[in-house]
């Protein structure tokens, strides 16, 4: 399954502003836009925005989605503890007629 | 509110099948289309198909085709997910979720360990 490419891991401050990044290509992300979950350990995901900057009723203005092409950014302001989890981008693939989903990163709040 | 609600853990010897349910509620059952979603343990999220409760009609992954069959009871507003020729590798957690523009709702996800 041709999936979507994330870093694997990034680390920020506390307080601070991290900006995750998500690659796909024209089929997926460049063309039906992107969406962001998080994931706590031991939880299911959590949906925090689609089709590339639409954010869930309920999720913190803190979180907030753009796309450039075929690359996905999930921007993260006012770093706080919470916001230690795994993230993962996802897209409809219209040549594989599929869900794809990135490989996730790691956030660390130090 | 929208809930979905997985059945429990299940244990199984490689070469069985499993079938997992997910029980919604909270909206109009027919309208939104259902992913299967799996995560093995450490591992990331990998899409296994979708199914559309109105009508039944599904779309699986290329690599669990043949191997995975979806289904609805729309008296009850329940999918299922059976998954057929188990081995060691599909041990993960699998998940339902509801598909609005993108996967919303989750279910709490059900374990399923293969093992002999």
């Known amino acids: 399954q041709a999936g979507l490419t994330q870093p694997p891991s990034v680390s920020k401050g506390l307080g601070q502003t991290a900006t995750l990044a998500c690659t796909g290509n024209?089929?997926?992300?460049?063309?039906?836009?992107a969406a962001w979950l998080q994931q706590h350990q031991g939880q299911p995901p959590k949906l925090l925005s689609y089709r590339n900057y639409n954010r869930p009723s309920g999720i913190s203005e803190r979180f907030s989605a753009s796309r450039s092409g075929n690359t996905a950014s999930l921007t993260i302001t006012g770093l706080q503890p919470e916001d230690e989890a795994d993230y993962y981008c996802?897209?409809?693939?219209?040549?594989?007629?599929?869900?794809?989903f990135g490989g996730g990163t790691k956030l660390t709040v130090l | 509110q929208v809930q979905l609600v997985q059945s429990g853990t299940e244990v199984k010897k490689p070469g069985a099948s499993v079938k997992i349910s997910c029980k919604t509620s909270g909206y109009t059952f027919t309208t939104y289309y259902m992913h299967w979603v799996r995560q093995a343990p450490g591992q990331g999220l990998e899409w296994m198909g979708i199914?559309?409760?109105?009508?039944?009609?599904?779309t699986y992954e290329q690599k669990f085709q043949g191997r995975v069959t979806m289904t609805r009871d729309t008296s009850t507003g329940t999918i299922y997910m059976e998954l057929s020729g188990l081995r060691s590798e599909d041990t993960a957690l699998y998940y339902c979720a509801r598909e609005s523009n993108s996967p919303d709702y989750w279910g709490q996800g059900t374990l399923v360990t293969v093992s002999s």
């Open positions: 996802s897209a409809w693939d219209s040549s594989l007629s599929s869900w794809v």
């Open positions: 199914i559309h409760p109105s009508d039944g009609s599904t």
């Open positions: 024209n089929n997926n992300v460049g063309n039906q836009g």
